[in-house]
């Protein structure tokens, strides 16, 4: 009898983002550097998690690889929410292997399944804007089963529906809230002394904005993608 071993090649996630409308800052080179600075920040933060950093690509363009454990949709939103006051941006991430070596300091050097992938979730984001609501698309490669996308990207869409209405103090607590504590769940009175805003405040910001049904549901989306891939591929 006969045994036959079958090699799965290393499944990771590819960002690639991009700022809209970069062209038109009235500081551009200010954009680009806070741009370098928080991809610099956020690959300290998520070291052990990165394959190949988050570097800056043709100017106003992005891209990383990181490992399945990664919380992808955090990382996306500490990226969109820095740059919140500069810039709107758009991100497509993609799930599958790497054909290519790796150089953990040159992400734009890998190429395969994963980039494809990420390349078809950012066009997707701007080819199915939802009147430009949406920041966010999700893209497996064909090695996967395609339900898990759907859901995800159905998921994004709602969520981007929901944050698109947010305005000013809402604003600035979802930026805030993020780029302090990611999906952490922290308390009003907490988040009330850090904004320097009153309990009551910061109670009825918080309801007008549906935030903590928002960040669970962002939450609970990145636990149930990390599970469910890692079955996949285990």
């Not at 009235?26 to 394959?51: F, H, P, V």
């Amino acid at each position: 009898m006969k045994f036959f071993c079958y090699t799965v090649a290393m499944q990771y996630y590819a960002l690639i983002g991009d700022l809209q409308g970069s062209r038109k800052s009235q500081d551009r080179k200010a954009l680009q550097e806070l741009l370098q600075k928080t991809l610099e920040g956020l690959n300290k933060r998520y070291s052990d998690l990165i394959a190949a950093s988050l570097m800056v690509n043709a100017g106003d363009a992005f891209q990383g690889l990181f490992f399945p454990s990664a919380p992808l949709l955090e990382i996306c939103d500490r990226i969109r929410y820095a740059l919140l006051n500069h810039s709107n941006v758009r991100i497509g991430i993609g799930y599958g292997a790497i054909d290519t070596a790796i150089e953990r300091n040159l992400s734009i050097l890998c190429d395969g399944p994963a980039f494809w992938s990420a390349k078809e979730a950012l066009s997707e984001v701007v080819e199915q804007d939802y009147y430009r609501t949406r920041t966010m698309a999700f893209c497996m490669s064909d090695a996967h089963p395609h339900m898990i996308e759907t859901l995800v990207n159905q998921v994004l869409v709602l969520q981007d529906q929901v944050s698109s209405k947010w305005k000013n103090t809402q604003l600035e607590l979802a930026r805030h809230y993020l780029l302090t504590h990611g999906f952490e769940k922290v308390s009003q009175t907490r988040l009330a002394k850090e904004m320097g805003l009153s309990t009551q405040q910061i109670n009825s910001t918080i309801q007008a904005m549906g935030w903590f049904a928002f960040l669970d549901t962002r939450r609970e989306t990145e636990l149930t993608l990390q599970s469910v891939l890692g079955e996949l591929d285990s």
